[in-house]
């Protein structure tokens, strides 16, 4: 079974449109690859386009299960998916409202994960 977690880039308020690098991030579990398409429908704004499973299937086996994806305009780390074997134990649900009043529940990784979550998206 596809398992995955998702380090999204946390946008600075004074840098809404992500014009400069930011090292704060935000970490979701995705329990397949379904799961992994809603998770970014909702963490994305209304309107970007978002991949099929079958994309994200193929490019995770690309890039032997470390994918990132850059934001197109700045050429910054945007979103970086993870495949792994062994299901976390220390994430929450959070359930998320849009502004289209849609509902999903996400589920957040807790402060006390940090130290597994580094060890996963070391840097080669």
Known sequence: MHQFIIRAVKNKKEDPFGMTVNDEHVYFFCSSLKDL???????NPPGYRI???NWFSKYIKLFNNDLTLYDGLFGHEKFRIVRIFEVPSDY??????NKSQQT???KIFNRTALPYL???FKTV
């Open 37 to 43: 398409k809603a998770t970014m429908r909702h963490i």
């Open 118 to 120: 580094e060890t996963k």
């Open 51 to 53: 991949h099929s499973v």
């Open 92 to 97: 929450t649900d959070f359930n998320y409202t």
């Open 104 to 106: 999903y529940t996400l």
